[in-house]
Structure formats: C-alpha cells, structure tokens
C-alpha cells in the first residue's frame, strides 16, 4: 500500500455475513484496523478465509468470538476502537421459539452491546445497522417514506406479513438502541437499507441476492418481493456506513435506497443485459400480489454529500459474477 494510512480501529460485529465481510473489506481497502466479530467457533472449525485472506488482513484485521446471548464477550473486540459497526442480528430462528423470547434476546442483545460500547472509553460513534424493515410496513401506505416513518409492528402481526418475525424484531431493536443512546447521551447512527445485492464474498449466496436475481433462478415465490421495490448495492451499503462514521453531523437514522423499479422493468432490464437467461413470461406474475416496497426517500443521506457509485447494472453484474465462481450459475 505504499505509506501506511491510519485511520483507527473499527469494531464490525456480524463480520461473517453479507454486508459485515464486504463492510470489512472496504475498511481495509480504506485503510482502517478492523476488529471483527464472529459467532462462537470455540473449535475454530469455520472456513473464515474469505476475511482472513483480504488485502490488509495480515497486518490489520483481528478476529474475535463474541455471542449476542453473551454481550460481555464483546468487550475485547470494543478494546482501542473508535467506533463500531453493529451489523450482527440474530437470524437463525426457529419458528417454534415464542415471539417474545426473540423479542428479549434482540432488544437485551443490543442495550448490552450498547452499554459495552460505552465501557470501552474509546467508541466514539456507533453505527446500527438496522433495515427498512423497521420503517416501511404500516397502514399509512405514504407515496413518499423517509426517515420518520415507523413500521407498526401491530400492523405486520395482524396481516402476517412475511418475514414478520424478522420485521417485528428489527423494529423493536432499533427503537431500544435510539432510547438507550438518548438515556446515555450516546452518539448512534443509524443506516436503513432496502434489499441489498450485488457480489458478495461470503461463502453463501445471501438471501437478498436470492430475491434480487429471482427472475434469472426462476424462483417464483419471491416474485411477490420484486413486483414494486428497491435494491441497493452492498458497496454502496459499506461505504454509507464508512461515510455516516466519518461525517461529523450524523444524527439519527438514514434510508439507504439506491433504485426503484416494477417487475416488468426488472425483466426488460435482465433480457437486454444478460440475453443468456430465459426471462419468464410476465403472465408469470400478473396474478402476484406485491410486497410493496417503493416510494423510500434518500434525501437525508444525500445531504450529507453521499453518492451511491452504482446502479442496476453493477448490482446484477457483481451478483451473477458471484454466483459463477460459486458455482451456482
């Protein structure tokens, strides 16, 4: 890299998934420190090259064990970092556990990780990463949805929306880290993010890929989620997280929301870039109800002179070429 640039230590909590292991190489290409944690691997039996083997790693990234039950596991992770970026959710529910065992772990998870960020004596700001979950799903159906608009989450368990355990979670854990940081005068920002795609290094293809390329796979049961929506690209995502760490001014949450398009646009797009796949046929979804999410503002992140460097073209670009080298296209 020529002259070392040093920029500080991070700590990324939830490194292993999508947007973690991306966020953390764009750290490092960005020359920061990064610690990052994963779940509990006491046997270290985890393939975690995808991280280990970034430029930079060897010389400045440290990986730790940490457990959301266990948020006193992460203070050695929080030790000399200026800030954090909480991305790590607990998504491997199982349906069978009562919503509000859920519910208490969340919330508990992020008041403790909050509490430790405050005990550490050196995070200065936290990121949250929390989702359009938390903001989009109510009654109101607003034509334009910017960052005071709430998801009702008596609303998504009455109409059982999909994913509602996700939706209900992510809502009531975003609100107790805004009330946790205004009782304790700690400085939170927050990041929005609608579907995110596009490459990913992860060994996985992540789930929000899976929706975003439902037309090439030909997943029908996703065609709901893409009829009237966003996506943003998981750079974009990172950088935006980097961007609202570095600007002083950030106060609150931000919509991150890079393209709106329909169904019919997205397949009009898909056979004109890639004529290699076979677009189903729109009589395919014409009966589909959509999972309506459009109409998001990114006004306020534009403001503090963020610019999203990627359009459809990059995202599905970088998510096929992803899907190739795993061998999944």
Known sequence: MGEEIKKGRICVTGATGFIGS??????????????ATIRMDPEKKRDISYLTNLPGASERLNIYNADLDNPETFAAALEGCTGIFHMAHPLDFEEKEPEET????????????????????TVKRVVY???????AFNKNGASIIDESSWTDVDFVRSVKA??????????????????????????LVILNPTWVTGPFICPRIPDTVDISMALIFGNTSYYPLIMDSTLVHVDDVAGAHIHLFEYPEAKGRYICSAVEFTID??????SARYPQFQMPTP???????????????????????????????????????????????
Do not use: H
């Not at 859920?102 to 004596?121: E, F, H, M, P, Y």
């Not at 999909?162 to 400085?187: C, I």
């Open 265 to 270: 646009q997205l397949s009009q797009f898909t």
């Open 283 to 329: 009589d395919s979804w014409e009966d589909v109800q959509p999972f309506k999410l459009s109409g998001l503002s990114s006004k306020k992140l534009l403001e503090t002179g963020f610019k999203y460097q990627n359009g459809l073209e990059e995202m599905f670009d970088g998510a096929i070429e992803s899907c190739k080298q795993k061998g999944l296209l």
């Open 102 to 121: 859920k519910i208490t772990r969340v919330v508990n998870g992020v008041r403790a990780i909050l509490q430790a960020c405050l005990d550490s004596k």
């Open 162 to 187: 999909f994913g509602g355990p996700y939706l209900v979670t992510k809502t009531l854990a975003e609100r107790a880290a805004q009330q946790f940081a205004e009782e304790k005068s700690l400085d």
């Open 22 to 35: 991306w966020t953390v190489k764009r750290l490092l290409e960005d020359g920061y420190s990064v610690n």
């Open 129 to 135: 990463t929390s989702s359009i979950s938390a903001v």
